[in-house]
């Protein structure tokens, strides 16, 4: 069964971090790589970080050497630490494998950018 939670979310200024965390299930966080994504509202989802089972990560441009995903292998969770935050980062996250398909999403995590 395909379960996934995140949390961490919360209203922060720009400039400020913070460090979303998503819980997986045991099957889903061994096998596939895993991402996170983000919905702003009116616009569609997007990917702005991976990282496989072996660790290597990549991340959208308009978030590099801003955010960092990590793993947690003992813990089948994955993070995703934003630093420097702008207003543009304003959405909810969601984590999810990118190569799966038809599973649920979980219900995300609102992260909102504003002074």
């Known amino acids: 069964q395909v379960q996934l939670a995140e949390s961490g979310g919360g209203l922060v200024q720009p400039g400020g971090s913070l460090r979303l965390s998503c819980a997986a299930s045991?099957?889903?966080?061994?096998?596939?790589?895993m991402g996170w994504y983000r919905q702003a509202p009116g616009k569609q989802r997007e990917l702005v970080a991976t990282?496989?089972?072996?660790?290597?990560?990549n991340y959208a441009e308009s978030v590099k050497g801003r955010f960092t995903i990590s793993r947690d292998n003992a813990r089948y969770t994955v993070y995703l630490q934003m630093s420097s935050l702008k207003p543009e980062d304003t959405a909810v996250y969601y984590c999810?494998?990118?190569?799966?398909?038809?599973?649920?999403w979980g219900q995300g995590t609102q992260v909102t950018v504003s002074s």
């Open positions: 999810y494998p990118p190569g799966l398909t038809g599973a649920s």
């Open positions: 990282i496989t089972t072996g660790g290597s990560t």
């Open positions: 045991r099957i889903i966080f061994s096998m596939y790589t």
